[in-house]
């Protein structure tokens, strides 16, 4: 069985605590995680379509200030990493704004069975944010 789990990281001033923030999606076979981002200014929710697996996959990313209002327009970054393997995926991440907040991630490929990390990186007028996403690829 394929499992998807997630973790984030509040950082807080110059220190890091290992507090995650947020929940899942409880809708049947939903595999939503959601986590407030490191400096808790959004709200970062993604689901994969479908069950997480090596080669290319598609997520959809829906993005909020942390009261909640959808955030439009944001610049995304993607970044896929093994960190056991000190490696990256070798494809860049496609990135498209479907409005309101919605955005598809596309050709997040992962290369080999493991774990990997998702890392989204928002910024939308002043504000910037992050959030790391941990899939457990078999």
């Not at 774990?115 to 989204?120: D, P």
């Given at each position: 069985m394929r499992m998807a789990w997630w973790s984030g990281l509040l950082v807080v001033g110059m220190g890091c605590g290992g507090t995650t923030t947020g929940g899942t999606d409880s809708s049947p076979g939903s595999q939503e995680q959601a986590v407030e981002g490191q400096h808790g200014q959004m709200t970062f929710a993604l689901t994969p379509e479908g069950t997480p697996q090596q080669g290319a996959n598609t997520f959809h990313l829906d993005l909020a200030t942390t009261s909640g209002d959808a955030v439009a327009g944001a610049a995304i970054s993607v970044s896929v990493v093994m960190p056991a393997m000190?490696?990256?995926?070798?494809?860049?991440?496609?990135?498209?704004?479907?409005?309101?907040?919605?955005?598809?991630?596309?050709?997040?490929?992962?290369?080999?069975?493991?774990?990997?990390?998702?890392?989204?990186?928002?910024?939308?007028?002043?504000?910037?944010?992050?959030?790391?996403?941990?899939?457990?690829?078999?």
């Open positions: 000190g490696h990256g995926s070798s494809h860049q991440p496609s990135v498209v704004d479907e409005g309101a907040g919605r955005y598809a991630i596309g050709n997040v490929v992962f290369t080999m069975a493991g774990t990997w990390e998702v890392t989204l990186e928002a910024t939308a007028g002043a504000s910037s944010d992050q959030a790391t996403f941990t899939y457990e690829i078999e």
